[in-house]
C-alpha cells in the first residue's frame, strides 16, 4: 500500500515525483528546501551517505542537485526495493543502494574505506539511533574534514545538550520536527 509521493524540489529531476513506501516518514518539502538551501554550497561533487533511506527524498534530491554519489542504506527490504525502482526510473546510476541494519557489524563494513562530505541522518524517531551513527562514523572515520550531517529528529529531543566534538551550523524545528545541520570541524 502506497502512502503518497513527494516530489523533487531542484536540479535535473525538479518537479518528478517519487513514491512513498509503508512505514517510511519523508522529510516535508519545506524541510527539504530549507536542508538544500543549507548546503547548496556543498552539494556539487559531494559524496553523501544517506542513512535510514527511506523514500530516498534527500538522497535523490541531492543527487538532481549534482552529487556525485549517493549511497542509500537502509534494513527495510520493502524499502530497498522501492530504491531501486526509484533508482532505475530516473536513470541513477550514482546512486548505490544497500540494505544494512543498523547498529550491526554489517553497517558498519558496507561503509568500510568510504568517506563522506555529507551524511543525512533521519532514522526513526523515539530509537535512540543518532547518537550511536554519530559516534560510529567518527570512530570508522567515514567523514571528510569539514564534513556536514543533517539530522531530523523528535522536536523535543534536545539535540544539542548532547552533541560533543561537532559544532551545530544551522537549527530548526518544524511542527514535530527537530532539524540540524552539524559539523565534525
Not at 37 to 44: D, E, R, S
Not at 50 to 73: Q, T, W, Y
Not at 121 to 138: A, C, I, R, T, Y
Not at 160 to 178: C, H, M, N, R
Request: glycine fraction near 6%; include cysteine.
Amino acid at each position: 500500500m502506497k502512502r503518497g509521493n513527494v516530489r523533487i524540489i531542484g536540479g535535473r529531476w525538479r518537479g518528478r515525483r517519487i513514491d512513498i513506501p509503508p512505514h517510511a516518514r519523508p522529510t516535508s518539502d519545506r524541510i527539504r528546501e530549507t536542508l538544500f538551501n543549507w548546503l547548496q554550497m556543498h552539494i556539487v561533487d559531494a559524496n553523501i551517505l544517506d542513512c535510514f533511506a527511506g523514500s530516498g527524498a534527500l538522497g535523490f534530491e541531492a543527487l538532481s542537485r549534482g552529487a556525485k554519489c549517493v549511497m542509500f542504506i537502509d534494513e527495510n527490504q520493502d524499502v530497498i526495493i522501492h530504491l531501486q525502482a526509484t533508482k532505475n526510473l530516473f536513470d541513477a546510476e550514482e546512486a548505490k543502494i544497500i540494505q544494512a541494519k543498523f547498529p550491526s557489524n554489517s553497517f558498519w563494513k558496507t561503509l568500510h574505506g568510504q568517506q563522506f562530505d555529507i551524511v543525512f541522518l533521519d532514522p526513526p524517531f523515539h530509537k535512540n539511533l543518532v547518537l550511536p551513527v554519530l559516534s560510529g562514523l567518527q570512530q570508522h572515520q567515514l567523514l571528510n574534514e569539514n564534513a556536514k550531517v543533517y539530522i531530523e529528529v523528535e522536536h523535543d529531543f534536545d539535540l544539542a545538550s548532547k552533541l560533543t566534538d561537532w559544532k551545530i551550523l544551522k537549527q530548526q524545528i518544524a511542527g514535530q520536527v527537530g532539524y540540524y545541520l552539524i559539523t565534525n570541524e
